[in-house]
């Protein structure tokens, strides 16, 4: 679907789907700990992404199969207020 910058419908996402969360922190061990806390049993791939030049921020990028929107905004949420998450894109 091709969106333009009038247009105000969301777009289309089909369930079950892979869906990428960017994990943002300072400890990369607590984040990684925090990534199999969240999922849990859950199937899902994680890798080590960037670190801030100062090296003060780290970033995770995990992802994994959806079954909804409910789910995904689900996984968020845990993310956003988990205590070693900075920020989760």
């Given amino acids: ?4 910058g009038n247009t105000k419908e969301k777009p289309q996402i089909e369930y079950p789907t892979q869906w990428g969360f960017k994990i943002i922190g300072r400890d990369k ?3 990684l700990a ?5 999922m849990g049993e859950k199937e899902h791939l994680c890798s080590l992404g960037n670190t801030s030049k100062t090296g003060k921020f ?5 992802s994994c199969i959806v079954d909804s929107q409910e789910e ?4 968020f949420k845990y993310f ?4 070693d998450v900075q ?3």
Wanted: proline share 0%.
């Fill in 58 to 62: 780290t970033t995770y990028n995990a």
């Fill in 72 to 75: 995904r905004d689900r996984i």
């Fill in 1 to 4: 679907m091709i969106l333009d």
């Fill in 87 to 89: 920020m989760v894109i």
């Fill in 29 to 31: 061990e607590a984040l």
């Fill in 80 to 83: 956003q207020e988990h205590k």
């Fill in 34 to 38: 925090c990534i199999k806390e969240v």
